[in-house]
């Protein structure tokens, strides 16, 4: 049993569970839009005589139901949880890669870029894969942070 308070989770461990975390998104993103295109098609048999104010509700009635049922409202709870882990993921392995760069004699960059943006391109990568565009805009937010705080300041150190 592991106490939270003084050991962390290994980022290795938590690699597994960011993907799956982000195709189960991808996956109910999905479901949501057949379900979406499906309902709208159904509305524009029978309202193929309604007034254009009456089509506009009923599609402003599907929005609300789709975006507030469970699943959504799971996913995007679940999808909070998931920036927090891929925050925590790219700050450890972006520290752990900045903590074994060495510089050998006759070298004119440090590896430890290539490595950094590899790891910051996985993070980016896989919230896009989620197909939530709020998810990509906060990884993009954070790795920006993260490059510009940690990454700058190992630099110049």
Partial sequence: ???SATEKIEPRELDPVLTEVTLMNARSELYLRFLRKRIS?????GDSMASE??????QKC???????CLLSCTMQELIGFYITMEEYFMRE???KAVALDTYEKGQLTSSM???VFYIVKKCIGRALS???IDC?????????RELEADFRTSSVG
């Fill in 113 to 115: 870029v290539d490595d």
């Fill in 62 to 68: 599907l929005d609300k139901l789709l975006n507030n």
């Fill in 130 to 132: 989620s197909s939530n």
């Fill in 53 to 58: 104010e009456v089509k506009q509700e009923h």
């Fill in 41 to 45: 098609a159904d509305f524009e048999v």
């Fill in 93 to 95: 392995t972006v520290n």
């Fill in 1 to 3: 049993m592991r106490n």
């Fill in 136 to 144: 990509l805009c906060a990884m993009i937010n954070l790795a920006t």
